[in-house]
């Protein structure tokens, strides 16, 4: 059974940047594919990014802020977010699916606020 606990979030001015980490309890294989997600209040919960192996995919209105990576050794991956905007303001959560079913995060509270 796999556990996801992600940290990195917190309030940040229009512009600035935070990295946001997934840690997995267990190991998982370095071609995993995990994603990241989040969710605004009253609105569906959208993709923001997956990694699989060294393949990233972007949602438009993140690609060229955002950029995920991963560390196999310590069982993370990471969401750098950059230029953010008051729009980025979310719960962000990391999934993973594998043969036991889905696996969420509790998610981490970004704000992007001045």
């Known amino acids: 059974q796999v556990q996801l606990v992600e940290s990195g979030g917190g309030l940040v001015q229009p512009g600035g940047s935070l990295r946001l980490s997934c840690a997995a309890s267990?190991?998982?294989?370095?071609?995993?594919?995990i994603d990241w997600y989040r969710q605004s209040p009253g609105k569906r919960r959208e993709l923001v990014a997956t990694i699989s192996g060294g393949i990233t995919n972007y949602a438009d209105s993140v690609k060229g802020r955002f950029a995920a990576s991963r560390d196999n050794a310590k069982n993370t991956v990471y969401l750098q977010m950059n230029s953010l905007k008051p729009e980025d303001t979310a719960v962000y959560y990391c999934?993973?699916?594998?043969?036991?079913?889905?696996?969420w995060g509790q998610g981490t509270q970004v704000t992007v606020s001045s």
């Open positions: 999934r993973l699916f594998n043969i036991f079913g889905e696996h």
């Open positions: 267990g190991s998982i294989a370095s071609d995993q594919p």
